[in-house]
């Protein structure tokens, strides 16, 4: 009931057509609440409003969320072009999704080498136990596929 209510209230706000940081941040959390399962999920969509997030707000944070919205879209060369030239500056290197991003992506484009090193720098920044978890799956799972030996 209260994510109804909460939907309500953000298509009020949009109808404003100026949306601010924090409008466009609700749209996107609405778009993933909004679809049933991951798969389901409305990237064209988050996009969009990534790319207008961009425009208001471009901090790498923003841009890489962009990225792995795209890359979800169904760009993933693209996805992993994007994340790439953010890289180039550093100014993301000390930040563990950066590196867990740009691992997933070079996963599913079977560089599996490139992914696994990604996913030891991701770990090597990563302080949730949960999600350091969740890297070391992932690291073994590359490391033990059969494209990677």
Known sequence: MQA?????????????HSPGPYQLQ??????????PQATDTDW??????????????PSAVVRLNYAVAVALAGGIDR????ID???????????????????GLLRRL??????????RRALALVTND?????LR?????VESSPASQ
């Open 85 to 103: 030239e953010i890289g180039v500056g550093g100014v993301l290197d000390s930040y563990y999704l950066f590196h867990a991003a740009r691992a």
């Open 26 to 35: 609700a749209a996107i959390a609405a778009v993933h609440a909004e679809a």
């Open 4 to 16: 109804a209510e909460g939907a309500a209230l953000l298509r009020d706000a949009l109808r404003l």
């Open 130 to 134: 949960v999600e350091r978890a969740y």
């Open 137 to 141: 799956e992932r690291l073994q799972a």
């Open 44 to 57: 064209p969509q988050i996009v969009a409003l990534y790319r207008e997030l961009m425009r208001i707000n």
């Open 79 to 82: 996805g992993l072009t994007l």
């Open 110 to 119: 079977e560089r599996l080498d490139d992914a696994a090193s990604a996913y």
